[in-house]
T-cell receptor, first 114, second 115 residues
Framework: GAGVSQSPRYKVAKRGQDVALRCDPI?????LFWYQQALGQGPEFLTY????????KSGLPSDRFFAERPEGSVSTLKIQRTQQEDSAVYLC????????????FGPGTRLTVL | GQQLNQSPQSMFIQEGEDVSMNCTSS?????WLWYKQDPGEGPVLLIA?????ELTSNGRLTAQFGITRKDSFLNISASIPSDVGIYFC???????????????FGKGTKLSVKP
């Protein structure tokens, strides 16, 4: 496809379960960002990759959140021992250039923790 | 942390009306962006502003980058039903080797159709 894709689109987890969210960026895009969007709020930055290097993880809310992009394309955001406050839409965005270009967003994964 | 104050929070539009929303910050930013988000989708970039004082149009949309670099507004002229959605202002907040990366978003302005 031409755009950023994310899977699954919806995920329901019981509190304490681990989840893995996948992002397929636009082919050739160097930069990849993860954002968290709580209900009624704007997206908030979680972490940034330049190719396979995670250059900034200052937005990750706790050590239960972990992201990787091992081959510089697909990225996975993992949340361990999910809590109710983790319920949100998780958005992935990719950019062609090194951090400064337009970010193209995927449709997001809506995570609900019961 | 850094915060963008976006107003109004919500507004109702009638087809044909002009709409205006704005965004302010206590900090200076060198890039201001306006996005629209439809239900179940990610934000889509509408207009990007790179220079203080700049006025930029994209069809019926016009946005301005405030001269103080601490604010921006977005106008929509002659609104149509497909304009409904949530509009976000955003700025670049990160610093990676001199470039600015991650985006900081406002809380959004929700546009709905007048009943």
């Amino acid at each position: 496809g031409a755009g950023v894709s994310q899977s699954p689109r919806y995920k329901v987890a019981k509190r304490g379960q681990d989840v893995a969210l996948r992002c397929d960026p636009i082919s050739g895009h160097v930069s990849l960002f993860w954002y968290q969007q709580a209900l009624g709020q704007g997206p908030e930055f979680l972490t940034y990759f330049q190719n396979e290097a995670q250059l900034d993880k200052s937005g990750l809310p706790s050590d239960r959140f972990f992201a990787e992009r091992p081959e510089g394309s697909v990225s996975t955001l993992k949340i361990q021992r999910t809590q109710q406050e983790d319920s949100a839409v998780y958005l992935c965005a990719s950019s062609l250039s090194l951090a400064g270009g337009e970010q193209f967003f995927g449709p997001g994964t809506r995570l609900t923790v019961l | 942390g850094q915060q963008l104050n976006q107003s109004p929070q919500s507004m109702f539009i009638q087809e044909g009306e002009d709409v205006s929303m704005n965004c302010t910050s206590s900090s200076i930013f060198n890039t201001w962006l306006w996005y629209k988000q439809d239900p179940g989708e990610g934000p889509v970039l509408l207009i990007a502003l790179y220079k203080a004082g700049e006025l930029t149009s994209n069809g019926r949309l016009t946005a301005q980058f405030g001269i103080t670099r601490k604010d921006s507004f977005l106008n929509i002229s002659a609104s149509i039903p497909s304009d409904v959605g949530i509009y976000f202002c955003a700025v670049r907040g990160g610093n990676y080797g001199g470039s600015q990366g991650n985006l900081i978003f406002g809380k959004g302005t929700k546009l709905s159709v007048k009943p």
